[in-house]
């Protein structure tokens, strides 16, 4: 029995390296991907790498994460409301599969992505992780393949912080691809 085609992908964090990849080796297979952040050619922020590193770390007390979670946000309002939601999903594992998937995954191998799969890239503009920069390098070198949206302030947990308009960037996205 053949396998279904997977659609659509949406990376977040330690699946963008390998879901951009299956793009990259199957792009048979996909249809269209969503990045909420691109990773890629413009390396982390020090301070935002080391902040994600803090929240993968399970030894350190709140009030150290807390402190570090302003790398993460755009607004630090929206520090206790991300630290809520964020911490009983995060798996302290995940942080050395992602860097391991990182370093054993040359950027020519994923980047830019061949076949013609269309890309959503939800982009916070203050992304201490993925630097902006990076979405506009893939709109650059991919063009009409790509629709970027920026959202002006957030941060790293876009997802979580802009919730809202991340869904109807995604609803808005997918409803163009039906067309």
């Not at 860097?99 to 020519?108: F, S, V, Y």
């Amino acid at each position: 029995m053949p396998r279904p085609a997977a659609r659509g992908l949406q990376p977040q964090g330690a699946s963008l390296t390998a879901r951009t990849t299956l793009a990259a080796d199957h792009p048979e297979l996909v249809h269209s991907v969503i990045l909420f952040a691109a990773g890629g050619k413009v390396p982390p922020k020090p301070p935002g790498e080391h902040a994600l590193q803090t929240i993968f770390n399970p030894a350190l007390t709140d009030a150290e994460v807390l402190k570090q979670m302003k790398y993460l946000v755009g607004n630090p309002a929206e520090i206790p409301m991300a630290w809520h939601s964020v911490k009983p999903c995060r798996a302290p594992q995940v942080a050395g599969l992602q860097r391991t998937a990182m370093e054993n995954t040359p950027l020519k191998d994923w980047w830019p992505p061949p076949g013609a799969m269309k890309y959503l890239v939800a982009q916070g503009t203050n992304d201490q992780i993925a630097p902006p920069e990076n979405g506009k390098l893939l709109k650059e070198e991919l063009g009409a393949r790509v629709t970027l949206i920026s959202f002006p302030g957030a941060g790293r947990l876009l997802i979580v912080t802009e919730h809202g308009k991340a869904a109807a960037a995604v609803v808005s996205f997918l409803h163009r691809l039906r067309t």
